[in-house]
């Protein structure tokens, strides 16, 4: 059942500060890394290996995975698949050891979650309320869009379950768009009519998790599109619980869609003038 959302305890929000995320001091592909690409306080943030070095690193996990996940499917977005684990590796600041750790969990998550089996014709009903889609053109970025109309969404009378599995769906139909060298995808939240009884903290909450651990670094940006009053304290609420994925964050107007992220022929119908 989704969280529902009182006016106490929106009233009542406060927010809290979250831990930052690092590399794994002991790993020793790390230290190895750190020493060949060294270049200032900071050089894995600053310098990338090259193909030669990465491709050195990608062998190093999918030999481990190999190794001591045997169990895990193989194929596309499985344990063998070298684009995933390169992906993985970027994500982990090329932390061999953590790359394994987080990657071996989002192919068995995968698999729990049956997510090859999703399809829109399991979603009719879903679809048939308009809340979500992904737009049919690119954003001026050269992204895919996720666009979530939230007045349309009623956790109190959906099926959380459907409702997660749909997000992972449209996530997967978003990047199944991505063009040849482009890597992220842009969500909008239209809050433009929300209420109280939109609210859904758990499924928010499911959503950045989702990106943070199974699709790292695919997020490149979220609009929250003119924010009532009534969502201030709920995004109190939500935003520790998000960890880096706050700052992907932006609050603007629908002008400012039309604006900077759209051209005349490829703005979403909803935000036409």
């Known amino acids: ?29 790390s230290h190895q890394f750190l020493r060949n690409f060294s270049t200032g306080t900071n050089p894995i943030s600053q310098q990338q290996p090259n193909n030669t070095e990465s491709h050195k690193l990608v ?12 169990t895990l499917p193989v194929g596309r977005n499985g344990r063998d698949d070298e684009d995933t684990i390169l992906w993985f590796l970027k994500d982990r600041k090329f932390d061999v050891q953590e790359t394994v750790s987080k990657l071996s969990k989002a192919i068995k998550w995968r698999q729990e979650f049956g997510v090859s089996a999703l399809s829109e014709e399991s979603f009719k009903t879903i679809v048939g309320t308009g809340k979500a889609y992904i737009h049919e053109f690119l954003d001026v970025n050269n992204r895919p869009v996720l666009i979530v109309a939230a007045s349309k969404h009623f956790p109190a009378k959906e ?14 139909k978003a990047l199944s768009k991505l063009p040849e060298g482009e890597e992220e995808i842009l ?11 939109n609210a859904d903290i758990e499924f928010l909450k499911f959503l950045f998790d989702v990106f943070y651990y199974y699709y790292p670094r695919r997020l490149g940006q979220v609009l929250y599109v003119d924010a009532p009053f009534v969502f201030e304290p709920l995004w109190q609420l939500v935003k520790p619980l998000l960890k880096s994925y706050a700052s992907l964050v932006r609050f603007c107007s629908v002008d400012t869609v039309r604006k900077e992220y759209f051209t005349e022929t490829t703005l979403p119908a909803e935000f036409k003038v």
């Open 1 to 29: 059942m989704a969280l529902r959302i009182s006016h106490y305890s929106l009233r009542h929000s406060s927010s809290f500060l979250f831990p930052l995320i690092r590399t794994n001091p002991n790993n020793k592909s």
């Open 59 to 70: 062998m190093e996990v999918k030999e481990k995975l190999e190794r001591d996940y045997q």
């Open 159 to 172: 099926d959380s379950a459907e409702n997660q599995k749909f997000c992972v769906y449209l996530i997967e």
């Open 187 to 197: 969500g909008i939240f239209d809050l433009r009519g929300f209420s109280i009884e």
